[in-house]
T-cell receptor, first 114, second 108 residues
């Protein structure tokens, strides 16, 4: 096991609602990245947090936002949910600064928007 | 052109076969490369890192070709349990970029 935990595992929402997903990073890791994976696609980078600040963002609208806490855990918030937001949301932690920085994923949150 | 490209497959191979996947990347400055394995609707799991000198772990061998900007994964003596999607990942400036994955199905 990677030691990265996500909650909840599954979630069903309706269009227009808001959702918060949570992630606890692996012990000793200081960076959290969030990915969205639609069916049949690879994980798409949403954003990354390092030292409690957003440190890079993919091609996602502002209604996708996040936080990182002092204990390196993180939240992903999505406002005004759309049908296309239905996907597996993956959190990954890593240790910034290593030359061979590796990503370790949590088991993901499956979000369905109806 | 996508930053990281993979043949989605599926690759259907018999047990015991050798199978190879390639993954091309567009950013010549990329420094770190990885292969992940993903089972259906589960999280990707790190399979192995890819180095210029090659990397071997049991039946799995990963290679990096910087001149042609691709990485490869070779699986020897395929097992039924190798059936999964194999994702390549390239570390960019601050983020990992993943390919769409290649589906492998090993047949009895």
């Amino acid at each position: 096991e990677t030691g990265v935990t996500q909650s909840p595992t599954h979630l069903i929402k309706t269009r227009g609602q808001q959702v918060t997903l949570r992630c606890s990073s692996q012990s000793g890791h200081n960076t959290v990245s969030w990915y969205q994976q639609a069916l049949g696609q690879g994980p798409q980078f949403i954003f990354q947090y390092y030292r409690e600040e957003e440190n890079g963002r993919g091609n996602f609208p502002p209604r996708f936002s996040g936080l990182q806490f002092p204990n390196y855990s993180s939240e992903l918030n999505v406002n005004a949910l759309e049908l296309d937001d239905s996907a597996l949301y993956l959190c990954a932690s890593s240790l910034r600064g290593r030359s061979d920085e590796k990503l370790f994923f949590g088991s993901g949150t499956q979000l369905s928007v109806l | 052109r996508k930053e990281v490209e993979q043949d989605p497959g599926p690759f259907n191979v018999p047990e015991g076969a050798t199978v190879a996947f390639n993954c091309t990347y567009s950013n010549s400055a990329s420094q770190s490369f990885f292969w992940y394995r993903q089972d259906c609707r589960k999280e990707p799991k790190l399979l192995m890192s890819v180095y210029s000198s090659g990397n071997e772990d049991g039946r799995f061998t990963a290679q990096l070709n910087r001149a042609s900007q691709y990485i490869s994964l070779l699986i020897r003596d395929s097992k039924l349990s190798d059936s999964a999607t194999y994702l390549c990942a390239v570390l960019g400036t601050y983020k990992y970029i993943f390919g769409t994955g290649t589906r492998l199905k090993v047949l009895a």
